[in-house]
Each structure stands twice: as structure tokens, then as C-alpha cells.
């Protein structure tokens, strides 16, 4: 059996040539196998070897007796014994998980956390084919693709599998011929767990159709994982070439086969989605509404026109910036905007004006005695409306910011300069037909600077 885990170690590159491997030993059959296996080719590999050993208290004394067990294997191989321990049921608690999920969780930061702590190149864990079933029959009742299907990993970062290829038979037949001492854990025949429901329950009745379903289960998994490694990979070059940052094109996502549409959503999410949050998305991106937005676990999905984006800050209401009422002379800094207004009077002067053709529309100037009352510059209000230089009839300002297809949510920061009659210009976008001024008139400069 040794021979095939490493035959199997060595096919993923999975042990260092030096250093630490921090093993992780709950004290059950399993885990000591694991132990005994590395402890044995720890010497012809070279590398160090490390106990980590997680107490969920979960069983109360029995907990502390399989602490206890690991720690004395640990002090008569003179093994490094690290030990952590919590509390399962509160965490599950706070953050809205089950007690499975959340002792995983716990563990594995442990883990981690001690791998660092102690700088080892990897941490073993002692899953087997049995588990991997489990895995991939746990994954089908929630819903899966290739990817839960496709069982665990055996390299995952820092986390190696060095037994996935061997049944627990296997491991059984091992320390019941090396006298390897183990500890029970009492839970494991009880159907308390979802896991458990699976291991006692449906593989002995999938194992009476094929008494070699584990085997069976493990080669289906590295079928599966070659797949998605691949169709994943697409998926990649599609994000690379076509999106930036958390957005893509709406349509040319739409039009992608499932398989890679679905792999690009997921990974642009940086988030685990659902089929149907999927499909939800997809219909998005073909919908006729160029703003609609959809909520989703943790984030938000909206349309950009064209695009389509992701976003995990929460759906927020418009946020407007206060009025600021310009005088002559004066400069104000907008923080929200990024961006700095100047107010100025002078003489117009026609001949240099023209030559800047302020097609740009980051500075205006209006005839000062044209001005209604008080000018000033704020966000948009609803009613809104200008008449544009050089062009007829009125448009209201939402009207003009979806033909200059202006998202949604940046209509509410784009500067408006009005009086008391109403709109005179648009930051970036054009002025008025009103106050216009001719040469050596007096003038309202109203200046944008980006900061």
C-alpha cells in the first residue's frame, strides 16, 4: 500500500524535497495511517515531520481523550505535537453555518495558521477514495456541476491528499497488520451529520450494485476534473481577453456556450452562485432594459448599457452632492467628485474664446447680466430640462443622459450649472442657448479642474 501512495504522491508532485510537512491527525483510523505512511518515507524523503491536531469539543471527554492519544503517539516518535481547540457550536452560530461547515472552517485556519507559524511546505490530510465518494454524492443533493463532482482535490494550495488512491478497507487491512493503534470516534455511526447519512446509509446500497463504487466514484472524479480544468481554462482566456476588471460585454457573454458563460459569471462574482443565479444573470445580459440590475448572494449584477457589471457594494440610494452657490473670485473643492470649481468674472474676448472651442465642456462662460438670481452648481433634479446650444427644442436632462448612454448610477455626480431659471450647462456634455455672450460682454467663467 505504501508503494501506491507514493506512486500517487509523486504523480502530483504533492512532498518537498526539505523542510516541514505538517500532518494532520485527528487520532481515528485514518489519520494514523496517514501518520505511520508519511513517519515511514520521512527519512528516505528528507523532509520533517509535524503533528497538528484540532479539538472541536464537540464530544467532551472523548474529545480530550483523541487530544490526549495524538499527543502521547506524538512525544514517543519525538514528533512535533501542535495542538488547537474552539468553540464549534458558537462560531456555527455567528456566522449562520452547520456544525460540519463550521468545525471545517475552524480546522482548517488552524491548519493553516500553524503551517505558517512554523513555515511548512504543506499540510497532509488523510481523506481516502471513501471520502471522495462522500464528497461527490454530498455535492449532487446541493446541486453541482463538473467542478463538485469533481471530488477533492488531491493538491489544493498548501493542502496535499497523499491518500486519495487507497479505500478505507485498505486503510484497515494496513494498521490492522502494523498493530497501529487509532481512536473511535462515537459520532461516526450516528446519522447526526449529512455526511454521515451518506456514508452509512446510501454507499452501503450503492456498494451492493458495485462492490467497487469507491473506485469507480475516484476515476469518474479525475474525469470530471480534467474537464473542468479545461472548459475552465476557456473560460479564462475569455475574462483576459475580453473583460475588464469585474465587467464583460453583455452580449458576447450572452452567446457563449453554458458551459464557459456559466464559468465566466462564477469567477467575475469571485463568488460560489447557484444554476439558477446563473440563468438569472444570462437574462440580463439579453435583457431590453440597459440599467436593470439583479441582487445576488453577497453582490449585485447590473447593465451598463452594453455591459455588464458586477459589484459587491450593496444597492445604495442616489447619492447627490450638496448645491454649491458660486461668487466671483471663489474656488471649491468637491471630494465626492474629484474635482475643483473656480468662479471667475472677465471680459469677453471672442477672438481667444473661439480659438479654444470648448468642446470639452470643463469651462463655461455665461453673460453676466443674463443670469437669473444666484448661479450655482448641483446634481441633477427631476424636471430638469435645456435647450442646447445650436440645436431646436428642449430635451430634459434624463432624455440627454441615456442617449449619451450615462449610467445610472453616475447621472446623479455629474455637475449641473443653473440659475434661478433653470438649467445653463452640463459638465462634459454642453451648454445652453441662453446667456450667450458677444465680444467685450462681461462674463461668468465657471471652471472645472480635475483633482
Not at 253 to 268: C, G, T, Y
Not at 309 to 331: Q, R, W
Not at 434 to 442: E, F, H, S
Amino acid at each position: 500500500m505504501i508503494n501506491k501512495i507514493l506512486e500517487y504522491i509523486d504523480e502530483y508532485e504533492m512532498l518537498p524535497t526539505a523542510g516541514f510537512v505538517l500532518v494532520c491527525v485527528s487520532g481515528g483510523a485514518d489519520s494514523m495511517c496517514l501518520f505511520e505512511v508519511l513517519r515511514h518515507i520521512s527519512y528516505e524523503r528528507r523532509f520533517n515531520l509535524a503533528v497538528a491536531h484540532y479539538n472541536h469539543k464537540l464530544r467532551e471527554e472523548e474529545s480530550d481523550r483523541d487530544e490526549t492519544f495524538v499527543l502521547n503517539v506524538c512525544e514517543e516518535h519525538g514528533i512535533l505535537f501542535y495542538s488547537g481547540r474552539g468553540d464549534v457550536v458558537a462560531y456555527a452560530k455567528k456566522h449562520g453555518k452547520g456544525i460540519e461547515e463550521a468545525a471545517r472552517d475552524m480546522r482548517y485556519s488552524f491548519f493553516i495558521d500553524t503551517a505558517l507559524k512554523i513555515g511548512a511546505e504543506c499540510i497532509a490530510t488523510a481523506h481516502t477514495m471513501n471520502d471522495n465518494t462522500e464528497t461527490m454524492l454530498l455535492n449532487l443533493t446541493r446541486g453541482t456541476g463538473t467542478n463538485g463532482m469533481s471530488g477533492i482535490p488531491p493538491v489544493r494550495d498548501m493542502i496535499i491528499r497523499p491518500m486519495l488512491c487507497i479505500t478505507r478497507a485498505e486503510v484497515m487491512e494496513f494498521i490492522t497488520e502494523r498493530k497501529i493503534g487509532y481512536v473511535e470516534d462515537s459520532t461516526n455511526s450516528l446519522d447526526i451529520y449529512t455526511r454521515n447519512k451518506i456514508r452509512n446509509n446510501i454507499i452501503p446500497m450503492l456498494e451492493e450494485i458495485n462492490p467497487k463504487i469507491n473506485e469507480a466514484a475516484f476515476a469518474a472524479a479525475g474525469m470530471f476534473r480534467a474537464d473542468e480544468e479545461f472548459v475552465a481554462d476557456i473560460a479564462d482566456l475569455f475574462i483576459n481577453d475580453c473583460c475588464v476588471g469585474a465587467t464583460a460585454d453583455a452580449a458576447d457573454l450572452a452567446v457563449l456556450p453554458f458551459s464557459v458563460s456559466s464559468r465566466v459569471i462564477k469567477k467575475l462574482c469571485n463568488s460560489s452562485l447557484s444554476y439558477r443565479n446563473v440563468k438569472d444573470v444570462l437574462a440580463l445580459c439579453i435583457s431590453d432594459n440597459p440599467s436593470a440590475s439583479l441582487s445576488l448572494p453577497g453582490m449585485i449584477a447590473y447593465r451598463q448599457y452594453d455591459r455588464i457589471v458586477f459589484d459587491n457594494e450593496p444597492i445604495k440610494e442616489e447619492v447627490v452632492f450638496a448645491p454649491i452657490y458660486l461668487s466671483e473670485g471663489n474656488s471649491f473643492i468637491v471630494l465626492g467628485l474629484g474635482l475643483k470649481i473656480t468662479c471667475k468674472f472677465a471680459m469677453y474676448d471672442d477672438k481667444i474664446t473661439e480659438k479654444k472651442v470648448h468642446t470639452s465642456f470643463t469651462s463655461f462662460e455665461f453673460k453676466s447680466i443674463d443670469i437669473c438670481g444666484k448661479i450655482a452648481v448641483r446634481a441633477r433634479q427631476e424636471g430638469d430640462s435645456i435647450r442646447l446650444r445650436g440645436q431646436s427644442g428642449t430635451k430634459t436632462i434624463k432624455k440627454l443622459f441615456i442617449e449619451k448612454k450615462i449610467p445610472v448610477r453616475q447621472r446623479a455626480l455629474i455637475p449641473i450649472i443653473c440659475d434661478d431659471e433653470g438649467v445653463l450647462g452640463i459638465y462634459k456634455i454642453g451648454r445652453s442657448n441662453r446667456a450667450i455672450p458677444k465680444n467685450g460682454d462681461m462674463v461668468t467663467q465657471v471652471i472645472f479642474e480635475e483633482m
